[in-house]
Nanobody, 123 residues
Framework: QVQLVESGGGLVQPGGSLRLSCAAS????????MGWYRQAPGKERELVAA???????NYADSVKGRFTISRDNAKNTVYLQMNSLKPEDTAVYYC?????????????????WGQGTLVTVSS
């Protein structure tokens, strides 16, 4: 059964940093590239960073140079280091398989999500 547990969110001032963690179940973590997504109020969920099983990374333009995704294969955990945070980064952050990789591999869309972790960037 897919399990995803995100943590590390909070309130931070503009320019500050946070590190998010996501503990994922073996079936997801070992078989697919992983990604961090975010959903701001009134907006659709978007993929902001992804990492393959081999460690190759990709970022949305809005976070490139500020966010860093990494994974610890021994702990089935994926991280998101967020620096130089801006108010527009405020959102609930989720981790999951990379949606494109998942669809190509299974023919299905992502259906199970964790509870997410709220990041609020405000002075």
């Amino acid at each position: 059964q897919v399990q995803l547990v995100e943590s590390g969110g909070g309130l931070v001032q503009p320019g500050g940093s946070l590190r998010l963690s996501c503990a994922a179940s073996e079936d997801i973590f070992s078989n697919y590239a992983m990604g961090w997504y975010r959903q701001a109020p009134g907006k659709e969920r978007e993929l902001v960073a992804a990492i393959t099983r081999g460690g190759s990374t990709n970022y949305a333009d809005s976070v490139k140079g500020r966010f860093t995704i990494s994974r610890d294969n021994a702990k089935n955990t994926v991280y998101l280091q967020m620096n130089s945070l801006k108010p527009e980064d405020t959102a609930v952050y989720y981790c999951n398989a990379d949606e494109t990789h998942f669809f190509i591999a299974t023919g299905r869309y992502l259906e199970v999500w964790g509870q997410g972790t709220l990041v609020t960037v405000s002075s």
